[in-house]
């Protein structure tokens, strides 16, 4: 297989506008399609991260969207129900020039697994597009914010990405609040798994924490023990109560529930 390289310019074809442009981050990247992951963890954790998405970032926009994106800010999002997000112009700098905002679900990728946060990342390259690349609409707009319409939905289906209202096969492609699912054999499915093998990961994930009680340096409660504690999805902020002891897993979401941490 030969080596993946990445040669466009950190804003993209598809804008007009033309300012200062930083240089586009070394893809580490090498024959065969190895990602090579950065060696013991430096002093950095936040520049690590941000280093770790922003390369995968350029490799998802190569390869699904054929260099045509510019370089967003990428963050970690940890609100509660909230998966991902795009956000235009979310960030501009001191010298004037402007960027895209992508936001990833911290709390999603770190119960479900990297390759769901490979989904939310790719998801919002689709709102990107749209807002970058696609056609204009009948008020002279590319696309609505939080909107999926037509244009998006078949390049979300282009990108191996199908979209669903009701996250499961034949469910209207467009509206608000639209989900999705991944096209067995699509693009974004092969890429997916090519990833995989060559190595990457999410080196950073959500830290969850257990711990009901305070406790003291024998590991005895300090608190007054109590019968029954409240339990929350971490996705979807379903709530319920049980014995303190208890594992719950939300039947919705598939993930572990969260206990409420005593104060």
Known sequence: MAAFTQTKSAQ????????????????????????????????????????????????????LFDSGLSEPMILLETHPGRVGYFRRNGFEHQNGRVVHQIGVSATLFTALGDVSGLEALVR?????????????NEKRKRGTPGYCDQPLARK????????????????????????HYVIEGGPFDLLSRELAISGWCIEWRRAFSRELVPRDENGESEAKPQTRAKFTCPICQLNAWAKRSAFLKCGECDVPMEPAVSP
Request: aromatic content about 6%.
């Open 156 to 179: 979300m289906e282009d990108v191996g990405l199908m979209p669903t209202a009701t996250g499961l096969p034949g469910g209207k492609k467009t509206g608000y609040g639209i989900k």
């Open 12 to 63: 993209g074809p598809c804008l007009a506008e033309s300012s200062d442009e930083l240089e586009p981050a070394d893809l580490s990247v090498d024959e065969g399609f190895q990602f090579v992951q950065s060696k013991p963890a430096p002093p950095d954790p936040a520049g690590q991260s941000a280093a770790n998405w922003q390369r995968v970032a350029e490799i998802t926009n190569a390869r």
């Open 124 to 136: 919002s390259q689709c709102y990107q597009w749209r807002a970058e690349c696609g056609p204009v």
